[in-house]
């Protein structure tokens, strides 16, 4: 945690959900995100093709900011930033 990534942005927290499955990456991302304050940013790696969708529908009704979001084979990267 607290490491820069090339676009300078720093991880606040990182949340690893490699290996679970629907809905355990959105409900932990949920959690993680409720203990956040507004601003900081969650790093989240997740293997289940349903947490690509899951996440961005959550990020957008909470009214958080995904900052980056890539593939990796069949990994998932999210860099969120809690926006309320």
Avoid: Q
Avoid at 6 to 26: H, I, N, Q, S, W
Avoid at 35 to 42: A, D, S, W, Y
């Amino acid at each position: 945690m607290g490491k820069t990534l090339t676009k300078d942005v720093k991880v606040d927290r990182a949340l690893d959900c490699l290996g679970l499955f629907c809905p355990e990456p959105v409900y932990r991302t949920r959690i993680e995100l409720d203990k956040m304050e507004v601003g900081e940013t969650l790093e989240i790696w997740a293997d289940d093709p349903a947490a690509e969708g899951d996440i961005e529908s959550l990020t957008k009704r909470l009214g958080h900011e995904i900052l980056e979001k890539r593939k990796e084979g069949n990994k998932l990267y999210f860099l969120i930033k809690k926006g309320r």
